[in-house]
């Protein structure tokens, strides 16, 4: 798998190939299957994800009972005409919400890259396809592009929350989330890879603090942020603005802010909001 931007936009400038294609025909290489063996299996991770978006239960409760019905909750929000965030903002939201939720509930989802961020992928690429009515081919490519980015940065630092804080997990997955996006909109390479960049440098710092230790609090509602956070990203991205900071450096700023953070923001739920007085309460109930 590539470990740099700058190589992979190299090589779609030299060889003239669109960013999906080298990510996909690494991945070819890697597992040794064939150019529709690979296509075939990355269509089924997206419907994996469509399916996650629909099987989401309003009415379904965590077995801790920290996380459940805020989807269907917001879901009302919006159908009584109350919402700021309205059309593609606010679908991006009721699906970062409803598939981070499902997660908490067991049910079957895609990590992408992780299961604590696995509502932004699929909340950003299935709001895209309903809203510019893309091909189920076309975001196949787009999970590609993600799915390179997520290379990138799983090479070159981390996508473990344990490792490097929710930045590694929220951040990623709002990186990938973001190129994708850029792709979508008629981005090359290097307006994907600054997309990433863009939303990555949001989420610098983010801590990993999971109430009681469960994947719920507060990680349920960063998917909605890193989700939002990758649209705003990819448009700035679309616009010509640029990161000042090149998109592999600022991968490298995260592994190094990861490794100065405390171990109790890492993902132990010893730090943060997990060591709040009612963080710690919830911990003491759930045991």
């Known amino acids: 798998m590539y470990d740099s931007f700058h190589l992979l936009w190299e090589k779609e400038k030299n060889e003239g190939l669109p960013f999906?294609?080298?990510?996909?025909?690494?991945?070819?290489s890697e597992q040794n299957i064939s150019k529709e063996e690979a296509?075939?299996?990355?269509?089924?991770?997206y419907q994996?994800?469509?399916?996650?978006?629909?099987?989401?239960?309003?009415?379904?409760?965590?077995?801790?009972?920290?996380?459940?019905?805020d989807g269907a909750k917001l879901h009302q929000y919006r159908a009584n005409g109350n919402m700021i965030c309205n059309g593609f903002i606010g679908d991006v939201m009721e699906r970062a919400l409803k598939v981070s939720e499902s997660n908490a509930c067991m049910k079957r989802i895609v990590a992408a890259p992780t299961a604590g961020s696995c509502g932004v992928v699929p909340a950003v690429l299935l709001t895209a396809q309903q809203h510019f009515d893309l091909s189920d081919e076309e975001m196949t490519k787009a999970l590609f592009v993600a799915g390179g980015i997520g290379g990138i940065i799983a090479s070159r630092a981390c996508i473990a929350g344990a490792e490097?804080?929710?930045?590694?997990?929220?951040?990623?997955?709002s990186a990938m989330a973001a190129g994708a996006l850029a792709y979508?909109?008629?981005?090359n390479g290097?307006?994907?890879?600054?997309?990433?960049?863009?939303?990555?440098?949001?989420?610098?710092?983010l801590a990993c603090d999971p109430v009681a230790g469960l994947v719920e609090v507060p990680c349920v509602k960063r998917n909605v942020i890193g989700a939002v956070n990758a649209v705003t990203s990819a448009d700035l991205s679309l616009a010509g603005i640029q990161s000042k900071i090149p998109p592999d450096e600022v991968i490298d700023a995260m592994k190094s802010i990861g490794?100065?953070?405390?171990?109790?923001?890492r993902e132990t739920g010893t730090g943060g909001l997990a060591a709040t007085p009612?963080?710690?309460?919830?911990?003491?109930?759930l045991r």
């Open 39 to 45: 296509f075939h299996n990355m269509t089924l991770m």
């Open 259 to 265: 490794k100065r953070m405390d171990e109790s923001l």
């Open 164 to 173: 490097g804080g929710c930045q590694a997990e929220i951040g990623s997955a």
């Open 20 to 28: 999906w294609q080298i990510v996909m025909e690494e991945d070819m």
């Open 190 to 205: 290097e307006t994907i890879a600054n997309a990433a960049a863009l939303a990555l440098k949001n989420l610098l710092g």
């Open 48 to 69: 994996a994800m469509k399916d996650s978006d629909l099987a989401y239960d309003p009415a379904l409760k965590s077995n801790s009972g920290l996380s459940g019905t």
């Open 278 to 285: 009612t963080g710690m309460e919830y911990k003491k109930r």
């Open 184 to 187: 979508l909109r008629d981005g």
